[in-house]
């Protein structure tokens, strides 16, 4: 099956929570919508997967290439996730890579925050699968669109 129905494979997303609770919660909910999900538990080892780590900001890693959107949790210890979306956002590699924040507080001033550092969408947890359905539409929509 090469792409009939116009998708050439899964979409891999990077899920990035603390919580584990959250993140095996976040990654059913992908999978149930047939993304492939790689799991990390801070933002700490979401930079090593995707390669960026401090002394290497324009990694070659392989990882990062097949990274089509990263969902993270705002608040965890050590680097929140607005951090680790200001690190993406300055990666070349991975600058044009969708990254939506989860959060379970609704605090507008930080939702603005994250979205003018460049986050697609902030959502408030828990997760539902029809959050998951609309973000696939979403990332994958926006994908083919900026291939234009």
Same mark, same amino acid.
């Not at 919508?33 to 401090?54: I, P």
């Not at 089509?68 to 951090?83: A, R």
């Not at 979306?85 to 605090?107: A, F, G």
């Not at 986050?119 to 994908?143: G, I, N, T, Y």
């Given at each position: 099956?090469?792409?009939?129905?116009?998708?050439?494979?899964?979409?891999?997303?990077?899920?990035?929570?603390?919580?584990?609770?959250?993140? $095996?919660?976040?990654?059913?909910?992908?999978?149930?919508?047939?993304?492939?999900?790689?799991?990390?538990?801070?933002?700490?080892?979401?930079?090593?997967?995707?390669?960026?780590?401090?002394?290497?900001?324009?990694?070659?890693n392989?990882?990062? =290439?097949?990274?089509?959107?990263?969902?993270?949790?705002?608040?965890?210890?050590g680097?929140?996730?607005?951090?680790?979306?200001?690190? $993406?956002?300055?990666?070349?590699?991975?600058?044009?890579?969708p990254?939506?924040?989860?959060?379970?507080?609704?605090?507008?001033?930080?939702?603005?925050?994250?979205?003018e550092?460049?986050?697609?969408?902030?959502?408030?947890?828990?997760?539902?699968?029809?959050?998951?359905?609309?973000?696939?539409?979403?990332?994958l929509? =926006?994908?083919?669109?900026?291939?234009?």
């Amino acid at each position: 099956m090469d792409g009939a129905a116009g998708f050439v494979e899964e979409p891999h997303v990077l899920a990035v929570d603390d919580n584990l609770i959250d993140r $095996i919660l976040v990654e059913k909910l992908l999978k149930n919508s047939s993304c492939k999900v790689t799991t990390a538990e801070n933002g700490q080892r979401a930079l090593e997967y995707l390669g960026l780590v401090d002394n290497n900001q324009t990694s070659s890693n392989d990882n990062a =290439s097949k990274v089509n959107m990263i969902i993270t949790d705002y608040c965890m210890p050590g680097m929140t996730g607005y951090e680790l979306l200001k690190k $993406i956002k300055e990666s070349s590699v991975m600058k044009d890579v969708p990254v939506v924040i989860m959060s379970s507080e609704n605090v507008p001033t930080r939702i603005n925050k994250c979205l003018e550092e460049g986050a697609e969408m902030f959502m408030l947890k828990p997760l539902k699968f029809s959050d998951v359905k609309k973000l696939r539409c979403q990332f994958l929509c =926006s994908s083919t669109v900026r291939a234009s």
